[in-house]
Structure formats: C-alpha cells, structure tokens
C-alpha cells in the first residue's frame, strides 16, 4: 500500500471502531439511565413492541458486546507494525554485550542492493511482524529481463543477514516491484 492509502486506511479504521465503541456501549447503558437525554420510547412500533419484550434488553446488550468486540478487533489488526527492537546476542559478564541493531541491518542490506545495476530503487526497514523482528526489503527491478539478476542480488543479500545474525531471531522479506509492469503491458497488447 502507498502511504497516502495506509494513511487513510488508519484514518477510516479510526472513525469506524470510535463509531461502533460509541454504538455498543450506548447500547449496553440504554436502560440504565447513566446518559441522561436518551428516549425512553421508540416511535416505531415493532420496536416498541419489541422493547415491552423480556428478551429485548437482553438482545441490546448481546448487540452492544458485539459491536464493542468487532471495533476492538478492528483497531487493533489496524495498529501500525512496531519497530524491531535489538536483538540481544551474548552477554558478556562485565565486559557488556553484544547485540544487532535489525535497523542498520536493514539499512545496510539496501545500501548493498542499491548498488547492483539491475536495482532501480530499494528499501529496507526493520519491523516487528507479529513478535517476530523482520528485515523487509522492498526491491524495484530496473527491467522485467533483469529480475533474475535482482533475485540473485536479494538471495545475496539474504546470505549475508543470515551470516551476520547467526542463531538471532531474526526473518527477512523481500517484496519485488518491475518498474514499468504497465506500460510493458500496453506495449505487448498493440
């Protein structure tokens, strides 16, 4: 996703799970009188009806817990990824430690892959990815006919993370981009 879409994906998620917090916990406090200022009746008559009913304020709590439990879910599969922390590697009494820093493992392995010739442009990031600390690298191919060359470049690039992180816990993704997917489509189709 583009940052433009991420940011409007987190905006949105933000106003649909305040709006159903909102809407369930009204729901669950309806009848117990803590918000002043709500109707008593309802002016429809089936849910009038509805109301006069023994299970009607049971079925507005189970809708109001349900609507709590679907924003909740939903804010939190929408939270930014965390940034990975440093891997603590061996400690070594008195002298200090030893650890790996996944941000300039990340920010090396792009350095590294920026300078082969079939790399147009690349990221790297270190995230936390569900508890796991990843290396995401995002590789654009110069050209369609050079993606074996980058893919060669990323398995490199990978040998090395894995050397130097030894028996760390640490993952590594790489997503491939061609630069000119569509345009080489139109070309092909005239």
Do not use: F, Y
């Amino acid at each position: 996703m583009t940052r433009m879409a991420t940011a409007l994906d987190r905006v949105v998620s933000l106003i649909v799970g305040v709006v159903l917090v909102v809407v369930g916990v009204g729901a669950l406090t309806w009848h117990t009188g803590l918000i002043h200022g709500l109707p008593q009746v309802i002016t429809a008559p089936a849910l009038v009806d509805a109301v006069d009913t023994p299970w009607w304020r049971w079925a507005v709590a189970g809708a109001g817990l349900v609507c709590v439990a679907v924003a909740l879910r939903w804010l939190v599969a929408h939270r930014p990824m965390g940034k990975a922390t440093p891997i603590r590697l061996h400690e070594a009494g008195d002298v200090g430690t030893i650890t790996i820093d996944p941000a300039a493992v990340a920010t090396a392995a792009a350095d590294t892959l920026q300078r082969h010739p079939a790399v147009r442009t690349v990221k790297g990031k270190a995230i936390a990815d569900r508890g796991t600390r990843t290396i995401e690298l995002t590789v654009t191919a110069a050209h369609p006919d050079e993606l074996g060359a980058v893919i060669t470049a990323i398995d490199d690039a990978c040998e090395h993370i894995a050397h130097a992180a030894g028996d760390a816990p640490l993952s590594v993704r790489a997503i491939v981009h061609i630069k000119g997917g569509r345009e080489l489509t139109r070309q092909r189709l005239r």
